[in-house]
């Protein structure tokens, strides 16, 4: 990852999908383009215009937190970018401190034992979307993912490179933005994580979809929401999700799936749990 690059990137990005309008500036002639202006950036910053100028060429170095504030409202960014803008800043400044977290590939034999008495659908990820770790019910429901030529079963490495994603995923293009955009949210966190390098390098050469995605810079946090999937064995359902760090092992997180009660989508899971429970033992 080039810190520097990327920021200079991402604010060029930002300021591209705010127009005038949206800044409440007027709008006089013509408009080559739709966004703001950087010198329209810096007023409403209040920043002068050389500084933005260096800003926007991927020189944050010595940025103050009020700077970056300034910077956010002024291209009315939502949470996830503010928190990806911050971790960009704090990458390229030479003087602060770069807290590098463990590659987390390994679940603790206790977790193991905790996901496994979860009676719905259960799945450990790392930030990189790694899948470590998963109960009976939650490697049936993810069977395509597990079972992927495309090893170490990975979030992105099946989404992009694995055509059986698209069935997988009726929304497949909803999934695969959302989830380039939370890979970038975790690029911006922890810029020096070569895993995530060689995943990125991989699917940025493998996948004109992946590709694209990334250069778009768009970011999200994924911790909620619903997920419709097209299971191989069951048909149709879906679930809500929630995931939830693991406070004694950060990088980690527990993903948990749902139906609601009496529909389609739980009779269906109910289905695929018996399944699973009767093909386990072999």
């Given at each position: 990852m080039d810190a520097a690059r990327d920021i200079s990137q991402f604010l060029t990005s930002r300021r591209a999908k705010v127009t005038p309008e949206q800044a409440g500036l007027p709008v006089f002639g013509t408009r080559r383009v739709p966004g703001l202006r950087r010198e329209e950036v810096a007023s409403l910053a209040g920043l002068s215009v050389e500084y933005y100028k260096r800003l926007e060429r991927g020189n944050a170095s010595g940025a103050s937190e009020q700077v970056l504030e300034a910077l956010s409202r002024a291209l009315q960014l939502d949470d996830a970018e503010r928190a990806h803008l911050f971790d960009l800043a704090r990458a390229v400044n030479p003087i602060a401190t770069r807290p590098r977290r463990a590659s987390q590939r390994r679940v603790r034999p206790v977790v193991e034992q905790i996901v496994g008495q979860i009676a719905a659908p259960a799945i450990v990820r790392n930030a990189r979307g790694d899948y470590l770790c998963a109960n009976e019910l939650g490697r049936a429901l993810y069977a395509p993912l597990f079972d992927s030529r495309e090893q170490p079963a990975n979030s992105a490495r099946f989404t992009f490179?694995?055509?059986?994603?698209?069935?997988?995923?009726?929304?497949?293009?909803?999934?695969?933005?959302?989830?380039?955009a939370s890979l970038r949210s975790e690029a911006g966190r922890d810029?020096?994580?070569?895993?995530?390098?060689?995943?990125?390098?991989?699917?940025s050469t493998r996948s004109d979809e992946f590709r694209v995605r990334w250069a778009a810079h768009n970011v999200r946090f994924h911790h909620t929401g619903v997920k419709r999937i097209h299971h191989p064995l069951v048909g149709e359902l879906t679930l809500n999700y929630e995931s939830t760090e693991l406070s004694a092992d950060p990088g980690l997180n527990l993903n948990i799936f749902v139906a609601e009660p009496g529909s389609p989508s739980q009779q269906a899971l109910d289905i695929l749990a018996s399944w699973s429970a009767t093909v386990a033992p072999t």
């Amino acid at each position: 990852m080039d810190a520097a690059r990327d920021i200079s990137q991402f604010l060029t990005s930002r300021r591209a999908k705010v127009t005038p309008e949206q800044a409440g500036l007027p709008v006089f002639g013509t408009r080559r383009v739709p966004g703001l202006r950087r010198e329209e950036v810096a007023s409403l910053a209040g920043l002068s215009v050389e500084y933005y100028k260096r800003l926007e060429r991927g020189n944050a170095s010595g940025a103050s937190e009020q700077v970056l504030e300034a910077l956010s409202r002024a291209l009315q960014l939502d949470d996830a970018e503010r928190a990806h803008l911050f971790d960009l800043a704090r990458a390229v400044n030479p003087i602060a401190t770069r807290p590098r977290r463990a590659s987390q590939r390994r679940v603790r034999p206790v977790v193991e034992q905790i996901v496994g008495q979860i009676a719905a659908p259960a799945i450990v990820r790392n930030a990189r979307g790694d899948y470590l770790c998963a109960n009976e019910l939650g490697r049936a429901l993810y069977a395509p993912l597990f079972d992927s030529r495309e090893q170490p079963a990975n979030s992105a490495r099946f989404t992009f490179l694995d055509p059986a994603a698209r069935d997988f995923y009726p929304d497949w293009e909803r999934v695969s933005t959302d989830l380039v955009a939370s890979l970038r949210s975790e690029a911006g966190r922890d810029p020096y994580d070569r895993e995530l390098s060689d995943l990125v390098g991989e699917l940025s050469t493998r996948s004109d979809e992946f590709r694209v995605r990334w250069a778009a810079h768009n970011v999200r946090f994924h911790h909620t929401g619903v997920k419709r999937i097209h299971h191989p064995l069951v048909g149709e359902l879906t679930l809500n999700y929630e995931s939830t760090e693991l406070s004694a092992d950060p990088g980690l997180n527990l993903n948990i799936f749902v139906a609601e009660p009496g529909s389609p989508s739980q009779q269906a899971l109910d289905i695929l749990a018996s399944w699973s429970a009767t093909v386990a033992p072999t």
